[in-house]
């Protein structure tokens, strides 16, 4: 394993243009007049430089990390790979080390690598008991923490939604929730903890929508809830197909919690909030799709995906960087 200053000026080179100035493989094929075989060869032959030796996962599997950590994939490689990471410690821990020695090149942006599925239950385990300590967190410092709102320039109003799914079908006929992912108590009381929250992007990055998700507990009775607000939306559809709100890990567990009854105008703004039952398993994902069943078993054209991280530690005053997490899979019921 060698370190950066180590490497030839044209390794370094073609480093740098793919890591900080964001070039494909197709871009520097085109700008330096070289065939894309030998420039990707070359690519990851700088990659292997840095990183530890392969041992195990060979040869071929180097490569695909390098890929994955030059951001050099299609979306269902990059999917792949990161499968190969969560099940390989071998695979992890050669990523690791490489993404720690390629970092200066990449000013902090390299994908993340993703931890076990038993580390990140643990994590999740460890959220939930400190959260059932903390029972008395203000109000004001829950709503003051900001929900990746750098992406999209907005701060997703956990509050202002919570309060539209207590008092729907009350006042405001326009102001409705996700059908209820089981029977679930009532939340009640005005104090609540984020316990996790994510980002909600286009799959491919091919649309303006964006969105916020959050999902908060009650401290009072125990109860928690999912909270989404999405914007730039398609106006919802005439012609049998709604938005539909899903928990997801993969085809085979996921959750659909149910279709926001308040249809998307011209705005392009949908709030909803669902609630979840304590024993609800944990996903890795939100979905917003578009659905044409009224009982769908596996979720139809993604709109918006995100991943759920953890929230900042309620009651320090501030909001803190979230740790990336991958919520336990568990099969659902």
Known sequence: MASL????????AILQLLLRQGKS??????LLKSDLSVLRARARTAVAAVGPDA????????????????????ASRRAATREYLEASPAGRAWARATATALDPLADGQLPEIPAEREEVAEAFDALDRRAAREVEVKRSSQLGNRLLAAAIGVVLAIGIILVFGLTSGDDDPQ????????????????AFE????????PPEGDSEARGEVAIVRFPENDQFRLALQAIS????????????VWLYT????????????????????????SDLTPDTPTYEEVLL????????????????????????SPGTGGAQAPTQTTPQTQTTP
């Open 5 to 12: 200053d180590s490497l030839n000026d044209g390794q370094r």
């Open 25 to 30: 493989y197709d871009d520097l094929a085109v």
């Open 55 to 74: 041992g195990s996962i060979g040869d071929e599997r180097r490569d695909e990390i390098a890929d994955y950590l030059l951001g050099q994939q299609t």
């Open 175 to 190: 102001t409705t929730t996700t059908t209820p992912a089981g029977q679930a108590t009532t939340p009640s009381g005005d």
């Open 194 to 201: 984020v316990i996790a929250q994510g980002n909600l992007t």
């Open 233 to 244: 939306l398609p106006p919802s559809s005439t012609r049998g197909s709604s938005y539909g």
């Open 250 to 273: 993969s085809q085979t567990e996921n959750r659909f919690l149910g279709f926001p009854d308040t249809l998307v105008g011209s705005d392009g703004r949908l709030e909803t909030v």
């Open 289 to 312: 799709t578009r659905e044409t069943t009224e009982n769908p078993e596996r979720p139809g054209t993604i709109i918006l995906r995100g991943r759920m991280i953890t929230a900042a």
